[in-house]
Structure formats: structure tokens, C-alpha cells
T-cell receptor, first 116, second 116 residues
Framework: AQTVTQSQPEMSVQEAETVTLSCTYD???????LFWYKQPPSRQMILVIR??????QNATENRFSVNFQKAAKSFSLKISDSQLGDAAMYFC?????????????FGKGTKLSVIP | DTGVSQDPRHKITKRGQNVTFRCDPI?????LYWYRQTLGQGPEFLTY????????KSRLLSDRFSAERPKGSFSTLEIQRTEQGDSAMYLC??????????????FGSGTQLSVL
């Protein structure tokens, strides 16, 4: 079974600064997908960014980028120019790529605080 | 597009009672998921529907849990003979997709269940 580990229960960052959230995972599959989700106090999970394991290029979405290290099974999220609205729980998630693979496996999350 | 709607937002019940939650996905979304999130944890997959067919169930979904999606529209999740361990937030998500990676899940705000 796949597992996802987020070793930082809480992080804080000064507004406009950069922060990196860590995620490691364990799988025996060679092809899979990785995601970062944001859960603000409203509780609604929102997709931040996603990465295909067979793509070496790191995904980028505006101020959000990832550092995907397949051999190390590491998938960190970098948030640049942090904004107050970035304060939330961030979850790393894994999904197999095969047909019939429907479920996401989530880590325990990292609570990000943004200091004005 | 009004988003994924879940009802009720909060539910308090006594141990041994039955509860039912409802999820209204985004109109025309063919896929619907249920996840459970306990305090300090990431969401855990419960079950998945493609249209009205329930295609995958987690081992977490004991015999006391049943989910339906009649006519491939809204879905209900029923818990019979609730136990204190059932206390959690129950999240619903939907998507319109026929692939895996390009699938974008839209989550509801969840139903918070407290079993006394």
C-alpha cells in the first residue's frame, strides 16, 4: 500500500517570503500522480498543483512550484511571495495511474500560517 | 455551477442512532467520491461512484456504512448504529472526467459528525 508522509505539522512564513513544505511517499509503482491540496478554514479542499511521475519537469502554477525527486520519493511544495490567503492546511496526495485507480492517499497535512 | 453541496453541515447524534448525509455534486459530473477526515489526519478514501455504479469501496467502509447514488445524480451516505469512532468530517467530491491525471476533483465543505 502506498503511504504519504508530511513531517512538518506546522510551518510559518512571513508575508511576501518563500516557504517550502515537505512530502515523501512510498510506492512500488513506477507511474503515478502526485498532488498538493489546500484546505482553508472553510474546509473545502482545493487543488493547488499536480505532477505526473513520468515527467521530469517540475510543475509550476503561478506562485506555486514543486520539487519532484522521483528517486528519493520526495515531492515538496514551494510557495513564493506568500500571501495572507495562503494560510491553510496543505495536504500532499498520491494516486496510482492505472485504470481502476480512483482513490487519493493523503498525508496528515501541514498547517501553514502567514505572518503579516 | 454552484459547487458541490453537502447537507447537513453539522450533525450531532447519540451512539447507536442512524445518520444519513447527502451530497449534491456539480451538475453533470459523472464521478463522485466520499472521503472521511478525522482530526489531525488527511482525508481517507471511502467509496467511489461512476454515474450510478459504485465501483470501489474502501475496507474502512464497514457493514454499517452504505452509500448510494441513484440515477447518477446526488449521493447519500448512511451510517447505521453509529459509534464514537465514526466522529469525523465526511467529505464529498465530484468530477467530470474520463481519465486520471486530468481529473480535477471539486470538494464540498463536508459534514461534521459528532457521536456522543
Amino acid at each position: 500500500a502506498q503511504t504519504v508522509t508530511q513531517s512538518q505539522p506546522e510551518m510559518s512564513v512571513q508575508e511576501a517570503e518563500t516557504v517550502t513544505l515537505s512530502c515523501t511517499y512510498d510506492t512500488s509503482e513506477s507511474d503515478y500522480y502526485l498532488f498538493w491540496y489546500k484546505q482553508p478554514p472553510s474546509r473545502q479542499m482545493i487543488l493547488v498543483i499536480r505532477q505526473e511521475a513520468y515527467k521530469q519537469q517540475n510543475a509550476t502554477e503561478n506562485r506555486f512550484s514543486v520539487n519532484f525527486q522521483k528517486a528519493a520519493k520526495s515531492f515538496s511544495l514551494k510557495i513564493s511571495d506568500s500571501q495572507l490567503g495562503d494560510a491553510a492546511m496543505y495536504f500532499c496526495a498520491y494516486r496510482n495511474s492505472g485504470a481502476g485507480s480512483y482513490q487519493l492517499t493523503f498525508g496528515k497535512g501541514t498547517k501553514l500560517s502567514v505572518i503579516p | 455551477d454552484t459547487g458541490v453541496s453537502q447537507d447537513p453541515r453539522h450533525k450531532i447524534t447519540k451512539r447507536g442512532q442512524n445518520v444519513t448525509f447527502r451530497c449534491d455534486p456539480i451538475s453533470e459530473h459523472n464521478r463522485l467520491y466520499w472521503y472521511r477526515q478525522t482530526l489531525g489526519q488527511g482525508p481517507e478514501f471511502l467509496t467511489y461512484f461512476q454515474n450510478e455504479a459504485q465501483l470501489e469501496k474502501s475496507r474502512l467502509l464497514s457493514d454499517r456504512f452504505s452509500a448510494e447514488r441513484p440515477k447518477g445524480s446526488f449521493s447519500t451516505l448512511e451510517i447505521q448504529r453509529t459509534e464514537q469512532g465514526d466522529s469525523a468530517m465526511y467529505l464529498c467530491a465530484s468530477s467530470l472526467s474520463f481519465g486520471v491525471f486530468n481529473e480535477k476533483l471539486f470538494f464540498g465543505s463536508g459534514t461534521q459528525l459528532s457521536v456522543l
